[in-house]
């Protein structure tokens, strides 16, 4: 089975022997992927909609693998005995919803592996108010496109805004692909700032701010 490289790098977070939800299985790749990759992995496969829902049992059918698929939203396929959610390829908005509405779903969990499309800070805020640090994470770039990947199991942990808005593993590695990522934003805050007019002294003050931080963050 052939997946993207963004796929590969989700499962290479996820451990053998252990239960796993995928929320939002959409084709089911990852989870087909996951079990002929890992050991002694019990897999559920969910999703909101019936037609991701078809495919998923389409793919998986062709393999004849014991995936369990699940139509339901969120964490609400979960079953007593899964210890580990994934979900990924979702706004942070639909991910930090899931998250919270699913706090008592999530008490026999012991780690997530999250790959949210936006917002990262707010992902990094909202899993630590759950209760979870984040034990590993990595920002990749596949296809000209950037992506992060956060693993988190339970426990508390204190973080800086500094950590929580740019990644407290991210930022002891500093790894080219991350160096990559900020250098380009740094790019378009610097474009961006060309086009606000001299009037706008409050929002050249904001964007100045932000460039300034970004410039810190490539140079150290
Ligand atoms: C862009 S796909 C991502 C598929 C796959 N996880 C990946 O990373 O390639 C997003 C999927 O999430 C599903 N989805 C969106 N909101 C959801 C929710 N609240 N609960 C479960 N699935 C959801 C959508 O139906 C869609 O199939």
Not at 82 to 92: P, Q, W
Request: hydrophobic share 35%.
């Amino acid at each position: 089975m052939k997946i993207s490289k963004r796929l590969i790098e989700i499962s290479n977070f996820i451990e053998d022997n252990t239960n796993i939800l995928d929320v939002g299985c959409d084709h089911a790749l990852l989870d087909i992927y996951l079990f002929e990759n890992k050991k002694n992995v019990k897999i559920i496969a969910s999703d909101i909609k019936e037609g991701p829902l078809e495919q998923a049992k389409k793919n998986i059918s062709k393999f004849k693998y014991p995936i369990k698929v699940k139509l339901g939203s969120g964490v609400d396929p979960i079953e007593e005995d899964i210890d580990t959610v994934v979900i990924s390829g979702m706004g942070a908005d639909t991910m930090i919803d899931i998250l919270q509405n699913g706090k008592d779903k999530l008490k026999n969990v012991k780690k997530m592996i999250l790959s949210p499309q936006s917002e990262w800070k707010k992902i990094r805020e909202c899993v630590v108010s759950l209760g979870f640090y984040i034990e590993d994470e990595k920002l990749i770039e596949d296809n000209n496109k950037y992506y992060l990947i956060i693993k988190v199991a339970k426990g508390i942990k204190k973080y800086s805004n500094k950590e929580l808005a740019y990644g407290p593993i991210l930022l002891e590695n500093k790894s080219q692909d991350f160096r990559m990522f900020y250098e380009k934003e740094l790019l378009e805050k610097r474009n961006i700032l060309t086009k606000i007019s001299k009037y706008k002294i409050g929002k050249r003050r904001l964007i100045k701010r932000k460039i300034k931080e970004l410039e810190r963050l490539v140079k150290e």
